[in-house]
């Protein structure tokens, strides 16, 4: 029950806003040149879905995602484990990681532009590089709850390393394992999108820069829209498996 008020409580503010931003608009406070009704961008947004075009840059956005997500998966995890386990290099590339999610990936994409130009391979290294840094470190967080005494009880009856990483690591690894790539696709996502943005011949970001640039403000705030969904999308599923396993951690 208290879910269901909940979700109506949200739902009911959205549609609120909605309904705000169409009474400004057709009022006149806004001009609608640059704030198009939400109904205008609704129907274009329906129509953008059956358009081969955005459908075809949709698909390329998707599939860079998507790769980027594959690669750098297994790499952040193993990374982590690692750093995770060793006290020594822990110590040692911990404080890099840490920086290095501090700084914003932004200003290396020229880099990454000047290295692999602007075809597909420089979106999905660039998504790789945004997401990296915030698995590792959820990563290490989650091979440093892992009880020790756990650790040795299984050592203590000839458990293989294979064993260990099987039985004890993952199991308890794995809440916030799925936080950490919940994260990591969101940074992801950013990276791809952003980089689409600023130098790319396809794809979602640079149907939305090249509709920005032209003043077209209803395709600009449909693209946004469906860019959104997308990551809204992606995000809860990850965290509707993300509560279930959380349940027992």
């Not at 009022?27 to 640059?34: I, K």
């Not at 358009?51 to 594959?70: C, G, H, M, P, R």
């Not at 990563?139 to 004890?168: C, D, F, H, W």
């Not at 996502?189 to 920005?212: D, K, N, Q």
Request: glycine share 8%; hydrophobic share 55%; aromatic share 12%.
């Amino acid at each position: 029950m208290t879910k269901t008020v909940l979700l109506c409580t949200r739902l009911g503010i959205l549609l609120g806003l909605f309904t705000l931003w169409q009474l400004i608009v057709v009022t006149g406070l806004a001009d609608v040149r640059t704030l198009p009704l939400p109904s205008t961008i609704l129907v274009r947004i329906v129509e953008m879905l059956g358009d081969k075009e955005v459908l075809y840059n949709l698909w390329i956005t998707v599939a860079q995602v998507s790769l980027a997500f594959i690669i750098v998966v297994p790499i952040g995890i193993v990374a982590g484990l690692f750093l995770g386990e060793s006290k020594y290099w822990g110590e040692v590339f911990k404080p890099f990681f840490y920086f290095m999610t501090s700084v914003p990936k932004s200003v290396f994409l020229p880099l990454f532009i000047l290295a692999l130009g602007t075809g597909f391979s420089q979106k999905v290294v660039f998504g790789i590089f945004q997401a990296i840094f915030v698995l590792v470190i959820c990563a290490i967080a989650a091979t440093e709850t892992v009880p020790n005494e756990y650790l040795k009880m299984a050592r203590s009856y000839g458990a293989t390393r294979r064993q260990l990483y099987a039985e004890i690591y993952l199991p308890a690894m794995l809440p916030i394992l799925l936080e950490g790539l919940r994260l990591g696709m969101i940074f992801n996502i950013t990276g791809v999108l952003f980089a689409e943005m600023y130098a790319s011949r396809a794809g979602l970001g640079h149907l939305v820069a090249m509709w920005g640039m032209r003043f077209e403000m209803v395709n600009l705030f449909a693209g946004i829209a469906i860019a959104s969904i997308l990551a809204i999308l992606i995000n809860e599923t990850l965290r509707h498996y993300e509560n279930k396993l959380s349940r027992w951690r």
